[in-house]
C-alpha cells in the first residue's frame, strides 16, 4: 500500500509565509516606484553602461533625468538611447565629477532646469588593471580623483538643498572590490574603499536629518565595460584575463539585472546592498575567514600576468578597445559572448 505524502503543517506555515512576504515586497515596490514620478534624479557617469540603464529606467518610471560624464559625444548617443529605449527626454551635461568646480556647475544647471535634485546617484568610475610592479602614484590618484572625490563632490553640492528640504537621497555605487582587494586591482580598489567609508558614514550622519544614502556594493557586472578599461604591464594578457572574467555567467551579474535590483534598493530606500551571489557569497568567507580568503587570493595572483617594474613609469595605460584583436580563438570568443553582446547593448 502506498502511503500518501502529508506536509507538516510548519512547512506549509512556512511556504505560506515566503509566498505572502514576497508578494508583500512586489507590491509595496510597485506603490514605491509610483512615487518616482516627478522625482528629479542626476547620475554621474550617465553616458554608458550601468549609468545609461539607470537613467533610462528612472526615466521609465516618470522621473525626470540628468546625466553627465566628460564626453560631450558619448553623452548625445546615451541621450539619443535612453529617448529610444524610455519615450522620455533627458537632461545631459558634460562635467569632469573629479573638478569641483565643474560640479557645482552642474547641480546649478540641473537645479535651474528641473528644480532641486531628489536622487543623485554616484555612479562615475573607472577601471584600471595592471600588477602592482606596473602601477606608480598617479594610477593611485586618477582612481581616488574618479572614484572618491568624484563621490565627495556631488554629494556636497546638493547637501545644501537636502539638507534645507530635509529629505532627498544620495545612492553610492561602490563595488565588492570595497570589501574584497582584489589582485592588479589595487587602485581601484583602493578608491572603492574610501568611497564606502564614506558613504556608510553619510548614511548614520544624514538620517536625522531626512536624507537618505543607499550604499551598493556589486561584484562584477556584464556591461561591456572591459572595452573601456585601462591596462598596463603585459597589457595584452591583462586585457584577456579581465574581459573573459567580466564575461561569464557564473562569476559576473548582468547589467539589467544589476540595475533591477539598483531601482528595487531605491525605490525600498534600503541602506546597504551586495549584489551578485559570487559577490555575497565572496563577502561572507571575508568577514568569517579572512586569511583563508587573503591566501585564496595570493593564489589567484599566481595565475594572473606577471608584473614588469620597468613598464611601471615608461608605459601608459591602453584602453581595452585598443588591445582587442579582431580575430579570437573560437574559445576566447566563446567565454567573452556575453560579454562581447553588453559592449553592443551597452557601451554606446
Known amino acids: 500500500m502506498k502511503t500518501r505524502f502529508t506536509p507538516h503543517p510548519w512547512a506549509l506555515r512556512g511556504l505560506a509565509f515566503a509566498g505572502g512576504y514576497y ?5 509595496r515596490s510597485f506603490f514605491l516606484t509610483k512615487n518616482l514620478q516627478g522625482k528629479i534624479v542626476l547620475i554621474t557617469g550617465g553616458s554608458k553602461g550601468l549609468g545609461m540603464i539607470l537613467a533610462r529606467n528612472f526615466a521609465r518610471e516618470g522621473a525626470r533625468v540628468a546625466i553627465c560624464a566628460r564626453s560631450v559625444e ?21 562635467c569632469d565629477v573629479s573638478h569641483p568646480d565643474e560640479v557645482d556647475l552642474l547641480v546649478n544647471h540641473v537645479s535651474r532646469v528641473y528644480g532641486p535634485i531628489d536622487i543623485l546617484v554616484n555612479n562615475a568610475g573607472t577601471i584600471a588593471v595592471a600588477p602592482l610592479e606596473a602601477t606608480n602614484v598617479d ?26 528640504r530635509k529629505r532627498g537621497q544620495i545612492v553610492n555605487i561602490t ?3 570595497a570589501i574584497i582587494s582584489v589582485p592588479h586591482l589595487i587602485p581601484y580598489s583602493s578608491a572603492k574603499f574610501a568611497a564606502l567609508g564614506f558613504s556608510l ?3 548614520t550622519e544624514l538620517k536625522p536629518h531626512g536624507i537618505k544614502v543607499t550604499t551598493i556594493l556589486p561584484g562584477l557586472m556584464r556591461t561591456g565595460s572591459f572595452i573601456n578599461a585601462e591596462f598596463k604591464g603585459l597589457k595584452e594578457k591583462e586585457y584577456k584575463w579581465f574581459s573573459v572574467a567580466a564575461s561569464l555567467p557564473f562569476l559576473s551579474l548582468s547589467a ?21 551571489l559570487p559577490a555575497q557569497v565572496g563577502a561572507t568567507l571575508y568577514s568569517i575567514f579572512p586569511q583563508f580568503s ?19 613609469d615608461t608605459s601608459p595605460p591602453t584602453a581595452g578597445k585598443h588591445l582587442k584583436k579582431d580575430k579570437e580563438t573560437a574559445t576566447l570568443r566563446l567565454l567573452k559572448g556575453l560579454g562581447t553582446s553588453a559592449i553592443k547593448s551597452y557601451q554606446t
Open 294 to 312: 587573503l591566501f585564496g587570493l595570493s593564489l589567484i595572483n599566481r595565475l594572473l600576468p606577471k608584473g614588469d617594474s620597468s613598464l611601471r
Open 139 to 164: 594610477d593611485f590618484k586618477r582612481a581616488q580623483d574618479s572614484m572618491f572625490w568624484g563621490m565627495l563632490y556631488p554629494t556636497f553640492a546638493v547637501l545644501r538643498s537636502m539638507r534645507e
Open 74 to 94: 558619448e553623452l548625445e548617443k546615451a541621450r539619443s538611447w535612453i529617448h529610444k529605449e524610455a519615450g522620455a527626454s533627458i537632461l545631459a551635461v558634460p
Open 201 to 203: 558614514g553619510l548614511y
Open 175 to 177: 563595488s565588492i572590490g
Open 23 to 27: 508578494t508583500f515586497r512586489r507590491v
Open 256 to 276: 539589467e539585472r544589476a540595475a533591477s535590483k539598483i531601482m528595487d534598493a531605491v525605490v525600498n530606500e534600503a541602506s546597504f546592498r551586495i549584489l551578485g
